[in-house]
């Protein structure tokens, strides 16, 4: 990964201590759960690939909503990679690293945040010039004790861990040396999105973007 892209997804990772995941069902819902969450100061917003308005949701953010940082989330090819930097995403993350996107990565359109989960997986990465990480899935793949082991043999890499993070158990991975930040899915409900409560889910942006390493 070029120093470029290194800065800019180190920009995304340091905006604020959690990152939301985000699968967003209906377009309609996209802009106001966006500025419902920068409303809570929650600036970074990690859009999944994981419905098919997905690429449709990130073109409409990254037009309506600029105050916005919009990742493309769940990469695993390098034609989503593509697609999702048309599409208007400034950043992409991937819940691991493929042959085929390392192949990719030398003329990426936009900076990845691959996943990784065993040492091996992460020497490959690093082997390819990657250095940022996203850890995933966090909670089954070992954890805090998981994080503090990389730390000794890696202490280059930095990690956002993703996967069964929650409010309570967030501040602790936050006080690593090696966590820049965490990805979660709790602040934005898939209930209070489908009511439209978008009070709430600010509320829970303000909570998440408040939190500190414990």
Known sequence: MSPEH???I??????????????IERTDDAVPLARALLAGGVRVLE???RTPNAL????LLARQVPDAIVAAGTITTPEQWDAAARAGARLGVSPGLTPRLLDAAPHAPMPLL???ATA???????????SRFKFFPAQQAGGMPMLKAFGGPFPEAVFCP??????????????????????GSWLAPA?????GDWDRITQLAQAAAALLPR
């Open 10 to 23: 180190d920009g995304a990772l340091r905006s604020g201590p959690v990152i939301p995941v985000l699968v």
């Open 47 to 49: 859009v999944t690939l």
């Open 120 to 130: 091996s997986e992460l020497m490959s990465a690093m082997d390819a010039g990657f």
């Open 114 to 116: 691959p996943g990784v």
């Open 191 to 195: 209930e209070a999105v489908r009511e």
């Open 6 to 8: 290194t800065q800019l």
């Open 56 to 59: 449709e949701v990130i073109t």
């Open 162 to 183: 993703t996967g069964g993070i929650s409010p309570d158990n967030a501040p602790d991975y936050l006080a690593l040396p090696n966590v820049a930040c965490v990805g």
